[in-house]
């Protein structure tokens, strides 16, 4: 069984620029979660894909988009960088139904760095 | 507003010493709660979980925590901590209802010295 993966492990940007970050979900998961997590604090929820729909959305702008394939990898995008975009992004997919909540299991994260 | 405190940032611990890393939550009708521990420069791994049943839970490396609705609370704790338990540890709700969003606490380091 494969686990969540994550490309790229880093990522050196400028101000303005835009960035595509990609999820490959664990075998048989439906669900893809991503998260900012900046340097000492929790993660926040960003957004979640469930069946390539977006299915709930934090407090983020629209600056901030998804993606779900029909193989349930997914990406992150961001335009117009902004310097507080720097943080690890972490993606994170689950089985979701109608058995109700399922545990998210996390990737290693793709650090952004923002100049 | 759904929230989750983790109201020590740090724990110092002797090796071999018990520790409780406490967690409280906002209030709610339903939750589902998580521990997920994160080693340094690596993501979330999941250390036990929640979801109904039993109220206290056990993860395979000795830590266990308890459920306690009336105090909203999902403390963890291990009786005997080993030098690679030193991590960030991040406890985290789902409220029913919200798109299955993990919400997170800030997170406690614990830093285990011989």
């Known amino acids: 069984e494969t686990g969540v993966t994550q490309s790229p492990t880093h990522l050196i940007k400028t101000r303005g620029q835009q960035v595509t970050l990609r999820c490959s979900s664990q075998?048989?998961?439906?669900?893809v979660s991503w998260y900012q997590q900046a340097l000492g604090q929790g993660p926040q929820f960003i957004f979640q894909?469930?069946?390539?729909?977006?299915?709930g959305r934090g407090n983020f702008p629209p600056r901030f988009s998804g993606l779900q394939f029909p193989n349930y990898s997914s990406e992150l995008n961001v335009n117009a960088l902004e310097l507080d975009d720097s943080a690890l992004y972490l993606c994170?997919?689950?089985?979701?139904?109608?058995?109700?909540?399922?545990?998210?299991?996390f990737g290693p994260g793709t650090r952004l760095t923002v100049l | 507003a759904q929230s989750v405190t983790q109201l020590d940032s740090q724990v110092p611990v002797f090796e071999e010493a018990p520790v409780e890393l406490r967690c409280n939550y906002s209030?709610?009708?339903?939750?589902?709660l998580f521990w997920y521990v994160q080693y340094p420069n690596q993501g979330l791994q999941l250390l036990l979980k929640?979801?109904?049943?039993?109220?206290l839970v056990e993860s395979i490396n000795g830590f266990e925590a308890e459920f306690n609705k009336s105090q909203t609370s999902f403390h963890l704790r291990k009786p005997s901590v080993h030098i690679s338990d030193t991590a960030e540890y991040f406890c985290a709700v789902i409220y029913t209802g919200t798109a299955s969003k993990l919400t997170f606490g800030t997170g406690t380091r614990l830093q285990v010295t011989l």
């Open positions: 929640y979801l109904s049943g039993s109220t």
């Open positions: 075998s048989g998961h439906n669900t």
């Open positions: 209030s709610s009708v339903s939750v589902y």
């Open positions: 894909y469930y069946r390539e729909e977006e299915n």
């Open positions: 994170a997919s689950s089985q979701e139904g109608l058995a109700g909540v399922d545990t998210q299991y």
